[in-house]
């Protein structure tokens, strides 16, 4: 085959929305949208842009180094690469993201149904991690499994809940909580919880399961890659849109169902007993389970693939470590996963988001590794002391950065990484060329 055809590309670009649409892409919008009430909007904004836009970019950035982590870190040297590949991949993998595909399928689509204990709990992973390790032994079937098969029947199944969400609101919009007042603060907080999707870093992972979905359909020009990489990327990303806005709207309008409820899967699960009934619970069930299954299988895939080749193990045998390790993981239970995620994703997001802004910049640079590496070592820093921030309060933050501008916001880190960059952009041009060693020739 030298070109896919329609609905092979069609199918390549429900694939990639449904690796994206996991267990973060449920939860966290109808939080942010019943936190934000009536600034539901500048909330949204701020959530589309870490939660569709990064990881849009950095599915092109992926798509023009290749896919692979490797390549693109390439630049800051084979060692802080391989530091930073370990890093994002346990973090989207079996510490956080993968074990959280579990407990999210089962707290909204098992538990109303049988009870939320951690025996229900641990039978359901055993069960739930069977078959994405089943089905993760096969990745080149996942364009057909997942794009082909289970896919359309989630997406029909988002129609319904999502166009519920508009036409039949459950009340108005609700007063927005303080941290989402005034306006601006709701789009920072709307961009911070959209560090909670993973979807930038998922982006990295996903980048090369994406590729290699392509040349299982038998295209080898690379051209080809990277043009349907970035066709399914934009298919995803406005899936992904539409999905966020809707759940961040029934969010919005849900305060009278749930008052003050502290996640969103008891916000979803309040709209839909009050919209649809028990037939509403079953497609609620239906949209989690497949969501977080095709997620689930795309993570482990993809980890798999990435530490197989990092440590020369077998595939397989690293489909069973990661499914068993992030088996074990998930019975911690939905709250603890999300409680310890959330400094190691701000201490993560800066430097992924400057490593993919530089790759895209990389024609501009004469030497790559003089602007990589202390930008990338600003974002790091930085985003180490926002974590430590996030861990222990403000008073563990030096008084200069909590004056940074949006450093309320949490993105204080932003101006420090601009600023390295053009000083380390500069310094590129005007330093002389670096001699190459005999093996570079």
């Not at 990489?229 to 969010?251: D, H, N, P, Q």
Request: proline content about 5%.
């Amino acid at each position: 085959m030298t070109k896919l055809k329609t609905q092979d590309l069609i199918a390549l670009g429900f694939m990639t929305f449904a690796l994206f649409l996991g267990a973060g892409n449920i939860i966290f919008p109808p939080s942010v949208g019943l936190a934000a009430g009536e600034n539901l909007w500048g909330a949204a904004a701020g959530f589309l842009l870490t939660g569709v836009g990064l990881p849009l970019i950095t599915v092109v950035a992926m798509a023009r180094v290749g896919g692979g982590i490797k390549t693109i870190t390439s630049p800051i040297g084979v060692v802080a690469g391989t530091i930073l590949g370990i890093a994002v991949y346990l973090t989207i993998g079996p510490f956080f993201a993968t074990p959280r595909t579990a407990t999210v399928s089962f707290e909204l689509g098992v538990a109303p149904f049988i009870g939320n204990s951690s025996t229900a709990l641990m039978l359901y992973s055993v069960l739930y991690f069977g078959l994405t390790m089943v089905l993760s032994l096969y990745p080149g079937k996942l364009m057909d499994n997942i794009g082909k098969i289970i896919t359309p029947v989630l997406i029909l199944a988002l129609v319904v809940l999502g166009g519920a969400a508009f036409m039949l609101p459950a009340g108005a919009f609700s007063t927005a909580a303080p941290d989402y007042l005034p306006q601006n603060m709701a789009f920072g907080q709307g961009f911070l919880q959209g560090y909670q999707t993973m979807d930038a870093l998922a982006a990295l992972v996903f980048g090369i399961v994406i590729i290699n979905a392509i040349k299982d359909s038998g295209i080898s020009d690379t051209r080809l890659h990277t043009r349907y990489a970035i066709i399914a990327g934009v298919m995803a990303a406005t899936g992904l849109g539409l999905v966020y806005v809707s759940l961040i709207y029934l969010g919005a309008t849900s305060s009278p169902l749930v008052g003050n409820a502290s996640s969103g899967v008891q916000i979803l699960t309040a709209y839909v007993q009050h919209t649809f009934g028990v037939w509403g619970m079953a497609l609620l069930a239906i949209v989690i389970l497949l969501a977080c299954l095709t997620t689930g299988v795309g993570l482990i895939s993809a980890c798999a693939t990435y530490f197989s080749q990092l440590t020369g193990k077998s595939y397989r045998s690293m489909v069973i470590a990661i499914g068993l390790f992030s088996l074990v993981v998930s019975n911690q239970g939905l709250e603890q996963l999300i409680a310890v995620a959330v400094p190691v994703l701000v201490a993560i997001y800066p430097v992924a988001i400057a490593l993919v802004a530089l790759s895209l910049l990389h024609s501009l640079w004469k030497h790559p590794g003089r602007v990589y590496t202390p930008v990338m070592t600003m974002a790091l820093a930085l985003g180490i002391s926002d974590s430590a921030k996030s861990l222990l309060g403000g008073d563990a933050m030096p008084s200069w950065l909590a004056d940074l501008p949006g450093a309320a916001m949490g993105l204080g880190w932003t101006t420090p990484v601009l600023a390295v960059l053009v000083v380390a952009a500069i310094a590129d041009r005007i330093l002389p060329p670096v001699a190459l060693k005999p093996a570079q020739l």
